[in-house]
Every structure is written in structure tokens, then in C-alpha cells.
């Protein structure tokens, strides 16, 4: 809506200043008049039906700028993107100076799942106006969605300081990144400045538990992670303590933490590899063939460790997951 504001500034100026054309664009002002009232009082079905009768009166550019910017919010609140897609494309060719038609269709081009169509736009706008948080944190979100987790990095941070690191959701997915990208130093600085906006969220406490994980700290890991299941207690933040205990070099403690999830369910695949795993290391390989065979069964991740355990397996994983 800032963007939006920002057109309005420019192109909403009274109906009358545009009385210069005869009858035709007397009309055409009387209906922008009608189409920005629909529009601020938040009737996107009446801005779209008179939207024909005023470009039929060909309008001048000027009001042909502002109403394409109710028009195009209108069709996407409406969910006819393709509609919205089409308007923009048109509005920029028109009007390319204008940040919020190549904003709102980058920002489409970002939830339909074409980042690579994003970014240029996103460039555009930064270039006019560095310091647009929406366009910063859209060109993250591209970024990170291609793969370029340093350029996603670099604008997550320039977003997380334009709002003052008082969003948590943005905050936490600037983390993600940066777990995803292996930038320990950087993600539990975020996760750091995400518990400072959301105390009481456990994913802080867990971001920093797989922060000390992937340094090789699995005491403070474990510290962490004690934390993050104080807040939300669950059976996979339980089975992921375990996994730190068991590469923390406590096996017997793994073992116990195992045993526990697999009380209620024998078949729980996670909490089998984890036991299976916790026996081997202990030498103990013949007991912890039956967990690996029964992790084999889960999905794709406890598969592919399982696997890599029991090698040629004398039993066919399909069935013995049949038993």
C-alpha cells in the first residue's frame, strides 16, 4: 500500500485539474473520481466495473496511470492474476517510472514461483528508491529462491534494519537462509534479534540449537534445543535432542531418549534410526539391524541413513515393511 500511496501522491490530484479536454475528459474525471472513492472505501468490484466505461472515454495518461493502479490491486484481490499480470505488463510499458507497477508484479512473479522474473523488477525499483523494504525483502525472497544465498543474505539484512527487526516472520525466514547457507555467525545473530521480537517462540531457541550443531557444539546445542522444547514440547524436537546427544559422543543417552519415543510406537522410523545408530556406535550391530530395517521404512531421510547402515540388507526393505 506504501507504493500505492506513492502514485496517489503523484497522479491523485483533483478531479477538475484534468477538465481540459472537452466532454470526453470530463467524463473520464468523473468516473477516476468514482473509481478512487470505490477503491479507498474498499469496493474492488465497483472500481473494476467502471473501469470499462472510463477507458472507453480515453483518458489522458495521467488518469490512465492512477486508475491502472486501482485496477491492478483490484484483479489481484480478486485472484485473477493473470488479469493483474497482463494490466501491469501494459501499465509498465506505459508508465516505466512508476515503482508500484513493476513492485506489484514482481511481487507476483515471487508467489507464482518465478523468481528469476522478479528480480530484475525488484532491481528496478530498488534503483529509484533504495531503501523500499518490500522491494528489498522481495529480492531476498527471490534470491534465496534461486539458490543465491549470499545476495539473498545481503538483502535480507538490508530488510530486517528498514523494519527495525521488529517483524518475527521475516526474521525467521532471514534465519532459514542463513541455516540453509551454513552462515552460522549470521543466523544466530538473526535468531538472536528474533527472540528480542518473539520471546516466547520456540523456533529461536531451536535455530540456534542447529547453529551449535553445525559448529560442533553439541553441549550448548542441547542447551539450546532444552529450550526450545521447554516452549513446545513435540516429538520431533525430542528425537533432534537425541540425534545431539548421540553426535555429542552419549550414546547411552540417546539410547534412553530413543527407547522413549519408541514406547508408544515401535515403528516410529526416526526414533529407530536414532537407536539403530546409538547401538552401532557401541559396537553393537547385529542389535541394531532390526531398527535399521524398520527406519528403512520411513521416509526419504531415515531411508537413506538406514541404507547407508545395513548395506545388503538380508531382508528386502518392501517386505519387512509389511510385518
Request: hydrophobic share 45%.
Amino acid at each position: 500500500m506504501r507504493l500505492l500511496a506513492a502514485l496517489l501522491l503523484f497522479s491523485a490530484v483533483p478531479a477538475r485539474a484534468f477538465l481540459f479536454g472537452g466532454a470526453s475528459d470530463q467524463r473520464a474525471a468523473a468516473g477516476l473520481e468514482q473509481m478512487r472513492f470505490a477503491f479507498e472505501t474498499g469496493n474492488c468490484s465497483s472500481v473494476l466495473d467502471l473501469s470499462p466505461a472510463f477507458l472507453q472515454e480515453k483518458p489522458p495518461a495521467p488518469m490512465r496511470e492512477e486508475a491502472y493502479g486501482y485496477m491492478g490491486r483490484c484483479y489481484e484481490s480478486a485472484g485473477a492474476t493473470d488479469k493483474a499480470i497482463s494490466l501491469y505488463k501494459l501499465a509498465l510499458g506505459l508508465y516505466p517510472e512508476n515503482m508500484l507497477f513493476a513492485s506489484r508484479l514482481a511481487l507476483i512473479y515471487n508467489q507464482a514461483g518465478f523468481p528469476e522474473n522478479a528480480v530484475p523488477l525488484f532491481l528496478k525499483v530498488l534503483s529509484i528508491k533504495s531503501d523500499d523494504t518490500e522491494a528489498n525483502l522481495g529480492l531476498a525472497r527471490a534470491y534465496a529462491a534461486l539458490g543465491f544465498l549470499a545476495r539473498a543474505k545481503d538483502f535480507y539484512s538490508r530488510a530486517v534494519i528498514l523494519q527495525d527487526f521488529l517483524d518475527p516472520a521475516v526474521l525467521e525466514e532471514y534465519a532459514l537462509c542463513m541455516l540453509r547457507k551454513r552462515d552460522w555467525p549470521e543466523a544466530l545473530y538473526a535468531s538472536g534479534r528474533g527472540a528480542g521480537a518473539a520471546p516466547l517462540s520456540a523456533f529461536w531457541p531451536l535455530a540456534e540449537a542447529r547453529v551449535r550443531a553445525g559448529q560442533g557444539n553439541y553441549h550448548k546445542a542441547l542447551s539450546a534445543i532444552d529450550a526450545a522444547i521447554l516452549l513446545e514440547p513435540s516429538r520431533q524436537l525430542r528425537l533432534e535432542r537425541a540425534l545431539y546427544l548421540l553426535l555429542g559422543g552419549l550414546p547411552h543417552r540417546a539410547l534412553e531418549a530413543a527407547d522413549a519415543e519408541l514406547g508408544p510406537d515401535r515403528k516410529d522410523a526416526l526414533a529407530s534410526v536414532v537407536k539403530g545408530m546409538a547401538l552401532y556406535s557401541l559396537g553393537k550391530r547385529a542389535e541394531a539391524e532390526p531398527y535399521f530395517l524398520t527406519a528403512r521404512c520411513g521416509g526419504p531421510f531415515t531411508a537413506k541413513i538406514a541404507g547407508s547402515f545395513l548395506g545388503a540388507a538380508p531382508v528386502p526393505a518392501e517386505e519387512n515393511c509389511k510385518k
